[in-house]
């Protein structure tokens, strides 16, 4: 898998996200991986969400939605686990 059309969804906005995801459009792949984790898996629903209803509808073809677990080990707090998103979106050619 290539790592172009990964998007990792942080602290910005949801806009500066779909306007990612354009950019992975624009350069003419047809699969968009929203990645995210914790507190930013709302964002990631908001940012396919957007993409959905407001710009490219009529150019989806099939969204896989795929959940997990990480484990992540800290200095301060130890390890523990955190939920993972992962959205693959498939468009028309």
């Given at each position: 898998?290539?790592?172009?059309?990964?998007?990792?969804?942080?602290?910005?906005?949801?806009?500066?996200y779909?306007?990612?995801?354009?950019?992975?459009?624009?350069?003419?792949?047809?699969?968009?991986?929203?990645?995210?984790?914790?507190?930013?898996?709302?964002k990631?629903?908001?940012?396919?969400?957007?993409?959905?209803?407001?710009?490219?509808?009529?150019?989806?073809?099939?969204?896989?939605?795929?959940?997990?677990?990480?484990?992540?080990?800290?200095?301060?707090?130890?390890?523990f686990?955190?939920?993972?998103?992962?959205?693959?979106?498939?468009?028309?050619?």
């Amino acid at each position: 898998m290539s790592e172009e059309n990964v998007i990792f969804i942080g602290k910005k906005s949801a806009m500066s996200y779909v306007m990612a995801c354009f950019t992975v459009i624009q350069s003419g792949m047809d699969k968009i991986i929203i990645k995210s984790r914790g507190r930013s898996i709302s964002k990631a629903v908001d940012v396919l969400e957007i993409l959905k209803n407001r710009f490219i509808k009529d150019k989806i073809k099939n969204v896989k939605i795929t959940t997990g677990t990480d484990t992540i080990d800290s200095s301060d707090r130890g390890s523990f686990n955190v939920s993972t998103l992962e959205i693959e979106v498939s468009l028309k050619k």
